[in-house]
């Protein structure tokens, strides 16, 4: 019998309200969509009757009557990883105060994925997209631009492309991080980059190579090695060039999942951190997440990149004309996973 109730509940419409309060159709439609020209005692007469009899808002119709369906798509490129998670959660907070419901994508780094999921969010009518491409999308994202499709992408971006984006410094970050481990002594720092086709992961490895340059320290390309940001490959990687018995004192890996791998995986080839060898990260996730071992990182603001992302995108649907690129400072967490070379 409830569940029967629950399912009518479902097929409340508009006229039933207005007969139920004895105001027309036009009445119940402005009271419950706040329009001023209702009076508060009225509104509240209709929003109450309107709850006891069940009736849910159908935001598909009132969309296609203004135009806006108060939804847009946060398409992300691993919802596992925690700085996704992290971001996505925040930004579902703040669409929710603006009154906008968001679907949320994932692609697992595959360009194929991302063309798709952009499609299917086209076709929910929604009203913007927030989206983290790899550079293999370029295509795909100068196809939205051309369609004047409000969007904002985060986390990475393209070169001199004037698409309204928000990333981190992520140059800067690794720049610093590099020079940070050279000031105690490293020489021979392993770097560990994330795929080519991700925009971050070229800065960070951008920012490693010119401070070492800067620091007259020799650049060997033996030294800097990728791995796959697929939890289910990462271990394995990393396991690939432990086996290759390099001589380093020191390692630094694009993110803070990684970092903890290669700590995780040292002891097995009779290494540990940070009595064997130093270890730098980049996220700043300890806090977040809660690893045993508190890592050395460089620290990013996640608050922030989620507030920038969703108020850029917010301009933009109101002006779809608005541009604007927003770089994030970083900063150095220092911490017990790296010590002096001696």
Known sequence: ???????????????????????????????????????????????????????????????????????????????????????????????????????????????TALENAVQSAIGYNVDGMIICPTLDNLDLIERLEN???????FGRSFNNKKFNSVVWDDFNGAYIATKYLLGLGHKKILYISGPMNVSSSVERLNGYKQAMLDSSVSLDNNYIKSVSLSSKKLKKDIDNILRLGMDYSAIFTYNDIVAYEFIDRLPSFGKHVPQHVSVVGFDGLQDLVGFQKTLTTINVPKLKMAQASVELLLKTIEDISYRKQIVLPVSLLQSETVKKYE
């Open 147 to 153: 369609s004047k499709i409000p969007f904002v992408l």
């Open 1 to 111: 019998m409830k569940e029967s109730a629950k399912r009518a509940g479902f097929s409340v419409t508009l006229k039933d309200v207005a007969l139920k309060v004895g105001y027309s159709v036009n009445t119940v439609s402005h009271a419950l969509n706040n329009k001023p020209d209702i009076s508060e005692e009225t509104r509240a007469y209709i929003f109450e009757a309107a709850k006891e009899m069940g009736y849910i808002r159908n935001s598909l119709a009132s969309g296609l009557r203004s135009g806006f369906t108060k939804t847009v798509a946060v398409i992300v490129g691993d919802v596992a990883n925690p700085i996704f998670s992290i971001l996505v959660k925040h930004m579902e907070m703040l669409f929710r105060e603006k009154g906008y419901n968001i679907f949320i994508m994932n692609t697992n780094e595959q360009p």
